[in-house]
């Protein structure tokens, strides 16, 4: 991984890491990457809660970390509403990681502009 960000840095490319725990969170941001990601892996699909209801201390400490380091946050798993990316947004993330809400969407379309709303 360290290579892979050092050599993206030579021939600038935006990086985006992922982290499935706090501890995680800080050897990523170590690396200095374009934006640093908290995913738990146990939320990750979920249609029943997301991390921005089920660990909002932990979305507020990943921020205040990636802060310190000046790199944006973002966070995914299960995020599936416009009140999750609000909430997320509001816990100190620039933005949201979404994949299967929108995968398995009867309208796609409709559910991405749904989750953007969470933006306004």
Partial sequence: LTKATLRSREVDLKTLV?????????KVLALKPTLAAYEPPELIGSSETS?????PEIIA????LAKE?????IVGAGIN?????KKS????AVGVAVATDVVKAQDPKKELLDLAEGFR
């Fill in 18 to 26: 992922f982290a499935s725990d706090l501890e995680e969170f800080k």
């Fill in 51 to 55: 991390v921005a209801r089920s660990e």
């Fill in 61 to 64: 400490k990943a921020s205040v």
């Fill in 69 to 73: 380091a000046g790199i944006p946050l």
């Fill in 81 to 85: 509403s416009r009140e999750d990316v």
């Fill in 89 to 92: 947004l509001e816990l100190g």
